[in-house]
Nanobody
């Protein structure tokens, strides 16, 4: 079972940017689609961005045009560039397989507030 470690979160003002990183414990080449998820207080975890091995990306409507997902199979990493952040983006962010998530990591907290 592959493990994931997320980093890069923090406190940012509305309109700001953050770049999240996720490092896997082994190769992710065998995982067709990787995803970034988030869970806000009192809400269910949701998939906000996914990317296939071929680089095809899809986004939730709430983040489309503001977030960009990327992956580097050689480095076992997945990243999420977040721009024009809004208070409603506040959540704990996780990476995992997009189709059948395995064990969850600790996540990284993103707080958007003035």
């Amino acid at each position: 079972q592959v493990q994931f470690v997320e980093s890069g979160g923090g406190l940012v003002q509305p309109g700001g940017s953050l770049r999240l990183s996720c490092t896997a414990s082994r190769s992710i080449t065998g995982i067709y689609a990787m995803g970034w998820y988030r869970q806000a207080p009192g809400k269910q975890r949701e998939l906000v961005a996914r990317i296939t091995n071929g680089g095809s990306a899809n986004y939730a409507d709430s983040v489309k045009g503001r977030f960009t997902i990327s992956r580097n199979n050689a480095k076992w990493t997945v990243s999420l560039q977040m721009n024009s952040l809004k208070p409603e983006d506040t959540a704990v962010y996780y990476c995992n397989a997009a189709a059948r998530p395995g064990d969850w990591g600790q996540g990284t907290q993103v707080t958007v507030s003035s």
